[in-house]
């Protein structure tokens, strides 16, 4: 069965360091995207990155980088600079596409918190 | 701003009771997503229609159900509602990425529902 794992439940970061928030993946298909999005406390769901299965590069998105590496089927994410506003729960997300369908999967969430 | 809105913001209901949760997609966007994001279940996918068609379903309850309809907008209905069925209740709607290559889900910035 599909699966999105993130063993970080809760992460720290000094302002301006980087961090890494961790991702694995479990699929079948060959075709298929990996999103990260940020949900501050307000509630809503903000899109921060998008990775495809067949893509060769990794995605880069301002201060937010994935880091793809599918044979281990991992996509972590890499925020360089960690602003206070960074503060919120970040969600890896996968979504399959089929001819007939597509479904979106996410992860448990991290929590990381900036601190000045 | 995503472009997906949802009405009502808040919405405070008794068991027992229905109610109705309203999207409205992005302009051109023929697909529709529903999530729920509870505390214990994290961001579950409930269903997906595109261009007024049922085409995936999660784990979505059978007191629940939803349509699309000829306007693209879509309405998520909860009935008999239990105290376990509060929750933030999110809409995406994203364009066909089979056709268009762009793979992003826009999220509606949610529904809160509590049921007491």
């Known amino acids: 069965a599909q699966k999105i794992t993130q063993t970080q439940p809760g992460m720290f970061v000094q302002e301006k360091e980087a961090v890494t928030l961790d991702c694995t993946y479990d699929?079948?298909?060959?075709?298929?995207?990996l999103f990260w999005y940020k949900q501050p406390s307000s509630g809503e769901m903000i899109f921060l990155i998008y990775?495809?299965?067949?893509?060769?590069q990794n995605a880069t998105e301002g201060r937010y980088s994935l880091n793809f590496q599918k044979a281990r089927k991992s996509a972590n994410l890499v925020i360089s600079a960690s602003q206070l506003g960074d503060s919120a729960m970040y969600f890896c997300?996968?979504?399959?596409?089929?001819?007939?369908?597509?479904?979106?999967?996410f992860g448990p969430g991290t929590s990381l918190s900036v601190i000045p | 701003d995503s472009g997906v809105t949802q009405t009502p913001k808040h919405l405070i209901t008794a068991t027992g009771q229905r109610v109705t949760l309203r999207c409205s997609p992005r302009?051109?966007?023929?697909?529709v997503y529903w999530y729920q994001q509870s505390l214990d279940q994290g961001l579950q996918f409930l269903i997906q229609?595109?261009?007024?068609?049922?085409?995936a379903k999660g784990n979505i309850l059978e007191r629940f159900s939803a349509q699309q309809f000829p306007d693209l907008h879509s309405e998520l209905n909860l009935s008999s509602l239990e105290l376990g069925d509060s929750a933030l209740y999110f809409c995406?709607?994203?364009?066909?990425?089979?056709?268009?290559?762009?793979?992003?889900?826009?999220f509606g910035p949610g529904t809160r529902l509590t049921v007491t």
């Open positions: 995406a709607s994203s364009v066909d990425p089979h056709t268009s290559g762009d793979y992003e889900q826009y």
């Open positions: 229609y595109y261009n007024g068609e049922e085409r």
């Open positions: 699929t079948s298909d060959q075709s298929y995207g």
């Open positions: 302009s051109g966007d023929l697909s």
């Open positions: 990775q495809g299965s067949y893509d060769e």
């Open positions: 997300a996968m979504r399959e596409m089929k001819t007939s369908y597509d479904k979106v999967i």
